[in-house]
């Protein structure tokens, strides 16, 4: 078993979509992250939380194989985040976002995170993905996710915290306005040249794109009749990538291929229902026959 060490934003969110509301129900990066990626490895969350959290989240959390021992319970409020979706699901419009207990957050890892080879440095502050990263003591695979927030305040740290890290994850908007750049193909060259070897470009419902600086591969979006909430498809993405990728240790370009059908699997699932509702419910059989659907849509 390789256990994956990661921290991001556990938070409280409040939703608005074509096809429903939700008020301050549970979300956030390492939330969605680990909830996906549970379903292939075991997860050591980092994070913190206010005394305000539902302790039923926590529960429900540590069901799911999920140590929470790196989530703080501090004094305050927890981080939350509020935003609509028009018909266009790929473009979330921020109306709030409290960092609230994020802002004084000084991540501490518990001494059985820091050996976890497999980390994911999910959207936050990129001052605390380094703080995490630099207290890790043997990792195999780094991979960062960001998002405009933290590209518009703090644009050179993210660039230091992206040096330290094999695989920089991130939507194609994201990725245009790192790298100041329309063209995509443009975008992951710039971006490889800041450190990492590969770079993962989410297109949304129009699939994926990976670069490394000798090959590109592409897979589509699956093809949904039915969704309700976007939120956290991305980090649903990175769950099944790196969870697929811990539990076969197995980092080579071939294998990351695979991973990136996996991730498109959670991250179709994911989008069925709103914050982690589809998840709840989701089977092994479920996430195998997508998989297998995959296979089945891309042979030609
Ligand atoms: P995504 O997978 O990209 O849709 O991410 C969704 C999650 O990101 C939501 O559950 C939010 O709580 C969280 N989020 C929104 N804004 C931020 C931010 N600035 N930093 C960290 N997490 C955020």
Same mark, same amino acid.
């Given at each position: 078993?390789h256990?994956i060490t990661v921290v991001?934003? %556990?938070?409280?969110?409040?939703?608005? +979509?074509?096809?429903?509301?939700? $008020?301050?129900?549970? *979300?956030?990066?390492? /939330?969605?992250f680990? +909830?996906?990626a549970?379903?292939?490895?075991?997860? #050591?969350?980092? !994070?913190?939380?206010? #005394?305000?959290?539902?302790?039923? @989240? %926590?529960?429900?959390?540590? =069901?799911?194989?999920?140590? /929470?021992? !790196?989530?703080?319970?501090?004094? *305050?409020? +927890?981080?939350?985040?509020? !935003?609509?979706?028009?018909?266009?699901?790929?473009?979330?419009?921020?109306?709030?976002?409290?960092?609230?207990?994020?802002?004084?957050?000084?991540?501490?890892?518990?001494?059985?995170?820091?050996?976890a080879e497999f980390i994911f440095l999910a959207?936050?502050?990129p001052?605390?993905q380094l703080?995490v990263l630099e207290?890790t003591t043997q990792p195999k695979l780094v991979v960062m996710d960001t998002? #405009?927030?933290?590209? $518009?305040?703090?644009?050179? @740290?993210l660039i230091r915290t992206l040096q330290e890290v094999d695989i920089a994850m991130m939507?194609?908007?994201?990725a245009?306005?790192?790298?100041?750049?329309?063209?995509?193909?443009?975008?992951a060259r &710039?971006i490889l040249g800041w450190g990492p070897t590969t770079v993962i470009i989410?297109?949304?419902?129009?699939?994926?794109l990976m670069f490394t600086d000798k090959t590109?591969f592409?897979?589509?979006?699956?093809?949904? $009749?039915?969704?309700?909430?976007?939120?956290?498809? !991305?980090?649903?993405f990175a769950g099944?990538f790196i969870g697929y990728l811990a539990?076969t240790n197995d980092v080579t370009e071939a294998n990351m291929r695979?991973a990136v059908?996996?991730a =498109?699997?959670?991250?179709?699932? =994911?989008?069925?229902?709103?914050?982690? #509702? &589809?998840?709840? &419910?989701? /089977?092994?059989?479920?996430?195998?026959? &997508?998989?297998?659907?995959?296979?089945?849509? /891309?042979?030609?």
């Amino acid at each position: 078993m390789h256990p994956i060490t990661v921290v991001g934003s %556990v938070a409280l969110d409040s939703i608005e +979509t074509p096809f429903g509301k939700v $008020e301050s129900v549970i *979300g956030g990066s390492a /939330t969605h992250f680990s +909830t996906s990626a549970s379903f292939f490895a075991p997860i #050591n969350l980092v !994070g913190v939380v206010g #005394n305000d959290f539902p302790k039923e @989240h %926590v529960k429900f959390l540590k =069901s799911r194989n999920i140590d /929470t021992k !790196g989530l703080e319970i501090a004094d *305050g409020l +927890t981080f939350s985040w509020k !935003g609509y979706y028009d018909y266009d699901l790929n473009t979330a419009h921020t109306l709030e976002t409290n960092l609230n207990v994020f802002e004084t957050f000084d991540p501490k890892l518990p001494d059985s995170y820091k050996s976890a080879e497999f980390i994911f440095l999910a959207n936050i502050d990129p001052e605390l993905q380094l703080k995490v990263l630099e207290q890790t003591t043997q990792p195999k695979l780094v991979v960062m996710d960001t998002m #405009n927030f933290w590209i $518009e305040s703090k644009k050179q @740290h993210l660039i230091r915290t992206l040096q330290e890290v094999d695989i920089a994850m991130m939507n194609d908007a994201e990725a245009r306005e790192l790298s100041e750049t329309h063209n995509l193909l443009d975008a992951a060259r &710039r971006i490889l040249g800041w450190g990492p070897t590969t770079v993962i470009i989410k297109k949304g419902e129009h699939g994926v794109l990976m670069f490394t600086d000798k090959t590109h591969f592409a897979a589509p979006a699956f093809p949904l $009749e039915d969704i309700k909430d976007p939120t956290g498809a !991305g980090d649903s993405f990175a769950g099944g990538f790196i969870g697929y990728l811990a539990k076969t240790n197995d980092v080579t370009e071939a294998n990351m291929r695979k991973a990136v059908i996996y991730a =498109s699997v959670m991250a179709s699932f =994911s989008v069925e229902d709103f914050s982690l #509702n &589809r998840f709840k &419910r989701l /089977t092994q059989k479920e996430i195998d026959g &997508r998989y297998a659907h995959f296979e089945e849509m /891309t042979i030609f």
